[in-house]
């Protein structure tokens, strides 16, 4: 019983912190946390409370042949 309640006190006060670790990433790569993706971004991480991080994609200059 011991053991149960350790391992329930552990997983219970790690989650927050493990949650707010895939916010910080999302925001140090630039991306925004949303329920949704739009057409021109792409999903590069994940975020918490099932959003995705989205980030904008750059569309590819011409590549001009003189």
Do not use: W
Not at 28 to 50: D, F, H, P, W
């Amino acid at each position: 019983m011991r053991k149960f309640l350790f391992l329930f006190a552990v997983f219970f006060f790690l989650t927050p912190a493990k949650n707010a670790v895939f916010d910080e990433r999302c925001h140090r790569l630039k991306g925004t946390c949303v329920g949704y993706c739009k057409k021109n971004e792409e999903i590069i991480a994940l975020c918490q409370k099932s959003l995705k991080c989205c980030l904008t994609i750059q569309p590819c200059g011409k590549i001009r042949e003189d």
